[in-house]
C-alpha cells in the first residue's frame, strides 16, 4: 500500500464515522505561540483542545506536517525522521477514548490489513495524581490485545504546560521471530500510534486541572506506518524515499547512517524552507542553519569538493510537491548555496583561529565558549573540524 492510499484510507474511514477533513498547517505556529515548529498534529488545534467551537464541528482528521527536534540524535537509525507526516483523528468534547481505541484497531486491522497476533498496546497505569486509564484497559482486553501499564511512557503533553493527559499507544511487531516481550522490553515493537485522552491542562505550578472539555487526539506517523506496510526495515526504504535512494547514492559516496542522516536532513531543509524560513543565527532560521551545516559536514569530510549545488532540482520538486508546497525549486537550491558559501567561509575561518598555538592542544569547555562568543564558531563545527570529541 503506498502513502497515498494510506492517506486516502485513513481520511475516508475518518470521514465514514463523521469526522470533517481540515486542511494542514504549515510548520510554522501562529505568532505568539512560544514553540518553533509544528511538532504533532495536535499543535494548531490548541484553541480548540481548550473548548473554542471549531467551525467544523467536533470531529475532526487531518494530514500534518511535523518537525522534532528532540529526536535529532535518533535520526540515522530504523524509525525516526526530522521532518515527517502525522495522519490525525481528533474529537472535541465528543467521543471518548475507549470508542477512539476501537476504531483504531479495526483502522488497522481491516482497513490497513496488520495482523492482530503483531499487536501489542500500552495503557496509563495511574500515579499519585490521575488513577489507571480502566477505560482503555477495558476496550483493550475485551478486543482480546496484549496490553503492557506503564506510568511516563503513557503521559502525553505538547509542552510543559498547556493540554495534556493519558495515552494509549499502539505498537507493531517488526522481528523475524514470533512476537516477544513487550514494548518497553524489546525494541522490535514500534509505536505507530498514540491516542491521547486530553482531558488535563498543566499549569506554570506544574498542577493539573480539567479542561472545559474531554477531548481525544490521535497522530499516526505516515512514513512510519508505510513502512511497516511495505514490510521495510527502515523509513528511509518507503516509497516517498524513493527518489531519494535512487539518486543520493549516485552524487556522493556515502556509509549507510550518513545516507540516511543526508536524506533526512537535506528533505526536511527543502520543507522548512518551502514553508519560508531562511538560515540564521536564531530561532527556526538556526534550526535550518544545523540541519544544513550537519549536511555539509557530512559530505565535506571525504571529499572537500562536494556541495549542495550537486542536488537535482528534480528532488527538490518532488519534494515539495510531496509537501504540497507552491514554491519554485530553484529559489530553494538558491538558499542551499548560499547557506554553503556561508559555511565555506566560516570553516576556512575556523581552521585559520584552530591553528593558533592557543587551541592546538586539548579544547576544555572555556575553549568551545571562547571559541564560540568571541570567533563565532559553533562547538559542533570545531569538532568536525578537529575530529573526534576535539580533545
Ligand atoms: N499528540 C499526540 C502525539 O503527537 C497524538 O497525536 O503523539
Known amino acids: 500500500m503506498d502513502t497515498d492510499r494510506i492517506v486516502r484510507t485513513f481520511t475516508e474511514y475518518y470521514q465514514e464515522h463523521g469526522h470533517r477533513r481540515i486542511t494542514g498547517s504549515t510548520l510554522l505556529p501562529p505568532p505568539g505561540d512560544p514553540v518553533l515548529f509544528t511538532t504533532s498534529g495536535m499543535h494548531p488545534l490548541t484553541p480548540y483542545l481548550e473548548g473554542r467551537p471549531h467551525p467544523l464541528g467536533r470531529r475532526l482528521v487531518n494530514v500534518q506536517r511535523c518537525l522534532r527536534t528532540t529526536d535529532l540524535e535518533e535520526v540515522g537509525d530504523r524509525t525516526h525522521l526530522t521532518v515527517f507526516e502525522m495522519l490525525g483523528s481528533w474529537s472535541l468534547g465528543d467521543y471518548e477514548g475507549p470508542q477512539s481505541l476501537d476504531w483504531g484497531y479495526h483502522l488497522l486491522t481491516e482497513g490497513f490489513g496488520v495482523d492482530r497476533g503483531r499487536l501489542h498496546v500500552t495503557v496509563f497505569g495511574g500515579d499519585e ?72 491542562r498543566r499549569l506554570e505550578d506544574g498542577s493539573l486541572v480539567p479542561l472545559p472539555q474531554r477531548n481525544v487526539d490521535t497522530g499516526l506517523g505516515l512514513e512510519r506506518l508505510a513502512t511497516l506496510l511495505q514490510g521495510r526495515r527502515s523509513v528511509f526504504e518507503c516509497d516517498v524515499f524513493e527518489p531519494w535512494r535512487r539518486t543520493v547514492p549516485g552524487l556522493w559516496r556515502l556509509d549507510g547512517t550518513s545516507l540516511r542522516v543526508v536524506c533526512d536532513h537535506l528533505r526536511s531543509s527543502v520543507v522548512v524552507i518551502g514553508d519560508g524560513v531562511l538560515p540564521s543565527n536564531t530561532g527556526r532560521g538556526y534550526v535550518l542553519r544545523r540541519l544544513l551545516r550537519r549536511v555539509l559536514t557530512v559530505l565535506r569530510r571525504d571529499d572537500p569538493s562536494r556541495g549542495l549545488g550537486d542536488l537535482p532540482v528534480e528532488l527538490v520538486r518532488h519534494t515539495l510537491d510531496r509537501f504540497r508546497q507552491d514554491v519554485d525549486p530553484e529559489l530553494v537550491r538558491g538558499v542551499l548555496r548560499e547557506e554553503e558559501v556561508r559555511f565555506d567561509r566560516l570553516l576556512e575561518r575556523g581552521r585559520r583561529v584552530l591553528s593558533r598555538p592557543r587551541y592546538r592542544g586539548p579544547l576544555g569547555e572555556q575553549d568551545f565558549h571562547e571559541l564560540h562568543d568571541t570567533h563565532g564558531l559553533p562547538r559542533e563545527l570545531v569538532l568536525g573540524l578537529r575530529g573526534g570529541d576535539g580533545r
Open 129 to 200: 495524581r490521575t488513577g489507571p486509564d480502566t477505560g482503555s484497559l477495558e476496550l483493550w482486553q475485551g478486543l482480546g490485545v496484549p496490553v503492557e501499564l506503564t506510568v511516563e511512557d503513557n503521559w502525553w503533553s505538547n509542552g510543559p504546560t498547556g493540554p495534556c493527559g493519558p495515552d494509549s499507544e499502539l505498537f507493531l511487531w517488526t522481528g523475524d521471530t514470533p512476537p516477544e516481550s513487550t514494548p518497553t522490553g524489546d525494541d522490535r515493537w514500534v509505536e505507530v500510534w498514540n491516542h491521547v485522552m486530553m482531558r488535563h
